[in-house]
Structures are given as structure tokens and as C-alpha cells.
């Protein structure tokens, strides 16, 4: 199994550029989320999705955009990038049911830098 | 989710245990406390959690005092690749998502 993965592993665009940050698990689980990492910050969820065809906003959602067209796999989407959205971007995915099945797996990061 | 305060940072010997508190006076009875922690430039990695029970694992052990107010996660021997940010975070079964604070940077001292 190779778990989480996350494709590119860093980026540099231009401010308006647009661009996908794909995240795909190779574990069948029904829920994976995208969160951002600023400098010295913790995680802030972005978007998350409890299964295919669905998505939901979290704490940061603005400027970003999702989609869950196949379980393996979950899209962000940056339409028109900000300097504000230079960040370490981390996608997860967990299995829900028992609190025994609710640990979320997380990816190695896509180091985004927008000039 | 139930709100959770850490220390901002501490410091622990190599070779000692290291004693992560964490207060979570607002936790539900249904809410379980879970323990991640990220090293350097890492996605953040499952540690351990726990409902009312102590719990320990090949990784730490978690004590939850009796009135489930607060916590305390314990790395028996700490090393310098325990040095990280950990992660206190309240969640049921019936939440969707996880939302991270800020943790504790743990500076292990060789």
C-alpha cells in the first residue's frame, strides 16, 4: 500500500495562475480532507469529503475548490492564486465507523509558492 | 468538538519521559481524546486515543484523569526523533472532521 500521496510535491505560479493539487489513497476510505499549513502554524481544514460525489467546506474554504469524482481520489482546485495562499497544503484520509477505525492517514505535503 | 488547551512548547531530557498535558474541560462524554504529532515538514501521524480508560501502545501511553477534564500523553523514553509538534484534538464518532490547534512543540535536549 502506498497510503496517501500527494502530486506535485512543490509548486511555484504566478499570482492568477490556476492549478489542481491531486490526493490519492490507495486504502478504500470514504473520507479525505485537504488542509493548509502556514510557517509556524497547525493545520487548517480547507475542505473534506465524506464520500464520492460529496464535498463540504471546512475552516478555510474561500479560494479553493474540490471535487470527489472517484473515491481514490480528491481534488483542489486553485482558480486564480494569491501570494496568501503560499502554504504546505496536506491531504488525509480516514475510515469512519468505530473510534477504533478513526485514525486519519496523512500524506507527505505539496509545498505551494505563489509569487 | 471539545476545545483543548496545550503549552505552547516544552522542553524534555533524552533518555525521559516526556509529559504532554492537555486540558479539555468542555469534553462531552461521547467525545474521545486523540493524540497526533507531526515532525518537521511531515503530514501529522496517529499517536494514540482514548475514551475513559488509560491506554498505551508501542508509541505512548495516554492517562485521562477521572473527570475526563484533562489528559496526559507519556513518552517513556523520548529520543531526539520524538522532537515534534503533538496534537490534542476532541472528537465523537459522529464528527466528520478533525479540526487541529496549535500543540505543543516538544524540544527533546541531547
Known amino acids: 500500500n502506498a497510503g496517501v500521496t500527494q502530486t506535485p510535491k512543490f509548486r511555484v505560479l504566478k499570482t492568477g495562475q490556476s492549478m489542481t493539487l491531486l490526493c490519492a489513497q490507495d486504502?478504500?476510505?470514504?473520507?479525505m480532507y485537504w488542509y493548509r499549513q502556514d510557517p509556524g502554524m497547525g493545520l487548517r481544514l480547507i475542505h473534506y469529503?465524506?464520500?464520492?460525489?460529496?464535498?463540504a467546506k471546512g475552516e478555510v474554504p474561500d479560494g479553493y475548490n474540490v471535487s470527489r469524482l472517484k473515491k481514490q481520489n480528491f481534488l483542489l482546485g486553485l482558480e486564480s492564486a494569491a501570494p496568501s495562499q503560499t502554504s504546505v497544503y496536506f491531504c488525509?484520509?480516514?475510515?469512519?465507523?468505530?473510534?477504533?477505525?478513526?485514525?486519519?492517514?496523512f500524506g507527505p505535503g505539496t509545498r505551494l509558492l505563489v509569487l | 468538538d471539545a476545545k483543548t488547551t496545550q503549552p505552547p512548547s516544552m522542553d524534555c531530557a533524552e533518555g525521559r519521559a516526556a509529559n504532554l498535558p492537555c486540558n479539555h474541560s468542555?469534553?462531552?462524554?461521547?467525545?474521545?481524546v486523540y493524540w497526533y504529532r507531526q515532525i518537521h515538514s511531515q503530514g501529522p501521524q496517529y499517536i494514540i486515543h482514548?475514551?475513559?480508560n488509560n491506554e498505551t501502545n508501542e508509541m505512548a501511553s495516554l492517562i485521562i484523569t477521572e473527570d475526563r477534564k484533562s489528559s496526559t500523553l507519556i513518552l517513556p523514553h523520548a529520543t531526539l526523533r520524538d522532537t515534534a509538534v503533538y496534537y490534542c484534538?476532541?472528537?465523537?464518532?459522529?464528527?466528520?472532521?478533525?479540526?487541529f490547534g496549535k500543540g505543543t512543540r516538544l524540544h527533546i535536549l541531547p
Open positions: 488525509a484520509s480516514r475510515a469512519p465507523g468505530l473510534a477504533t477505525e478513526e485514525t486519519q492517514y
Open positions: 486504502m478504500n476510505h470514504e473520507y
Open positions: 469529503s465524506v464520500g464520492e460525489g460529496t464535498t
Open positions: 468542555t469534553i462531552s462524554g461521547n467525545e474521545y
Open positions: 482514548g475514551l475513559k
Open positions: 484534538i476532541g472528537k465523537t464518532n459522529r464528527d466528520d472532521k478533525i479540526i
